[in-house]
């Protein structure tokens, strides 16, 4: 089974500041790769898919990148909706669909 | 717009089954292959199973295969999850979820654009 590793585990940022989330695969996924934001209560939402493509209504300061085994989200000035926790997923190799354990962005 | 109504959760003893349903609206729902995701209490996200657009083909993750049944019906614009023999690691949030890309049996690769608010089910003594 493929296997996603996020990092780090969480982080702590003043609104204003750039966030950089990391998301390693087991294996070689090419650019097979999505990006979930999800808030306390709520469902996860699609950010990123195929590592650099944003989603419908996604705004432009979220960005993705990678290829391979090594990604990055990256979020370019944090506004104040955007503490939550974000999930990498894997849609190459399987079943079953993977996620990383996620990384929690938290205010500073 | 896409929505997604998940219902049928709920208090269940050990060993015993539920049935949960998701209503879609909003696309094509016999165009798209549909997944279930769960979510243990303050875990992450765990895949559960899915099925193709056409239900010609169904995934399971190892900890429900044998247990859990995906099915389908596309008149009624519905997904379902068959969930018998459950246990106490089963108690979690059950999202359904819709493939981004559509029309494929064998989806590759595989993203959930729309997401259900989801539905809790506790399994407990």
């Known amino acids: 089974e493929l296997v996603l590793t996020q990092s780090p585990a969480s982080v702590s940022l003043s609104p204003g500041e750039r966030a950089t989330l990391s998301c390693r695969a087991s294996?070689?996924?090419?650019?097979?790769l999505a990006w979930y934001q999800q808030k306390p209560g709520q469902a996860p939402r699609l950010l990123i898919y195929?590592?650099?493509s944003r989603a419908n209504d996604i705004p432009a300061r979220f960005s993705g990148g990678g290829f391979g085994t090594d990604f990055t989200l990256t979020i370019s000035s944090l506004e104040p909706e955007d503490f939550a926790i974000y999930y990498c997923?894997?849609?190459?190799?399987?079943?079953?669909?993977?996620f990383g354990g996620g990384t929690k962005v938290e205010i500073k | 717009q896409v929505q997604m109504v998940e219902s049928g959760g709920g208090v269940v003893r050990p060993g015993r089954s539920l049935r949960l349903s998701c209503a879609a609206s909003?696309?094509?729902?016999?165009?798209?292959?549909m997944h279930w995701v769960r979510q243990a209490p303050g875990k992450g996200l765990e895949w559960v199973a899915d099925?193709?657009?056409?239900?010609?083909?169904?995934d399971y993750a190892d900890s429900v295969k044998g247990r859990f049944t995906i099915s389908r019906d596309n008149s009624k614009n519905t997904l379902y999850l068959q969930m018998n023999s459950l246990r106490a690691e089963d108690t979690a949030v059950y999202y359904c979820?819709?493939?981004?890309?559509?029309?494929?049996?064998?989806?590759?690769?595989?993203?959930?654009?729309?997401w259900g608010q989801g539905t809790q089910v506790t399994v407990s003594s």
């Open positions: 979820a819709k493939d981004l890309l559509g029309l494929v049996v064998y989806v590759i690769p595989s993203y959930l654009d729309y």
């Open positions: 909003g696309f094509t729902f016999s165009s798209y292959g």
């Open positions: 099925i193709s657009y056409d239900g010609s083909k169904k």
């Open positions: 294996q070689n996924i090419r650019n097979f």
């Open positions: 195929d590592a650099s």
């Open positions: 997923q894997q849609g190459s190799n399987w079943p079953p669909l993977t």
